[in-house]
């Protein structure tokens, strides 16, 4: 069965730091994966997303990820975090196939906060 | 573009009671619609998957007669949860996908807060 670990509940990092958030899927193929960012009040924002090709993804707000097949992984990274990037981060897998909706499974989140 | 909202963004009812939850697409159509459950500090959860005009595919546990999902139109679904009870207490988000691939990006609601007295 296809699953998603998040493996850090808690993060937090100084304003200007570097971030990195993990993520690690379970699926026997190679997945579609997502980032997507949950602020409150708003809706889950797709940060960036993997189907195929190059392996380190360019999304919005300054983010990167990078899929890693040997080690079952595609890591959130960003830079320089600004204060304005804490919110919850959702790491998800998408199976492919036929059979499947597009239908997405979902880690356990990772709240970020940003120390002045 | 591809905003999704929901209404209402929260709602208080009484056990044995049934409420609606209104999911738009207001600048696109929508070809299918993902309910999801989440509660606190956890992850979503997809309740079931939605295709204009066609009845909605249940995930396993679901309860389909509790959680009625109806999806009349290409901009709007609906789930209505039928006497609901505390436990149905939770936070309902809905997202909707423009085209048919299973690689087109979904967009998110805002979300429905629940609260079961």
């Known amino acids: 069965a296809q699953s998603v670990t998040q493996p850090d509940i808690h993060i937090t990092v100084s304003e200007g730091a570097s971030l990195e958030l993990r993520c690690n899927y379970s699926y026997g193929a190679t997945p579609y994966l997502f980032w997507y960012v949950q602020s409150p009040g708003q809706g889950l924002q797709l940060l960036l997303k993997y189907f195929s090709g190059d392996t380190l993804v360019q999304g919005i707000k300054g983010f990167e990820a990078e899929f890693k097949r040997s080690q079952s992984s595609f890591n959130l990274r960003k830079p320089s975090v600004h204060w304005s990037d804490a919110a919850e981060y959702f790491c998800a897998v998408g199976a492919n196939g036929s059979s499947n909706t597009g239908k997405l499974i979902f880690g356990q989140g990772t709240t970020l906060q940003v120390k002045p | 573009g591809a905003v999704v909202s929901q209404h209402p963004s929260w709602v208080i009812c009484k056990s044995g009671t049934s409420v609606k939850i209104e999911c738009r697409s207001l600048?696109?159509?929508?070809?299918?619609m993902f309910w999801y459950r989440q509660f606190p500090k956890q992850s979503l959860m997809l309740m079931a998957t939605s295709n204009e005009g066609s009845k909605a595919t249940y995930e396993q546990g679901v309860e389909k007669d509790k959680f009625l999902i109806n999806h009349a139109s290409l901009t709007l679904s609906t789930l209505t949860v039928t006497s609901a009870h505390p436990e149905d207490s939770s936070f309902y988000i809905c997202?909707?996908?423009?085209?048919?691939?299973?690689?087109?990006?979904?967009?998110f609601g805002p979300g429905t807060r629940l609260t079961v007295l």
């Open positions: 997202s909707a996908r423009r085209g048919q691939s299973q690689t087109d990006t979904q967009y």
């Open positions: 600048d696109f159509q929508a070809t299918t």
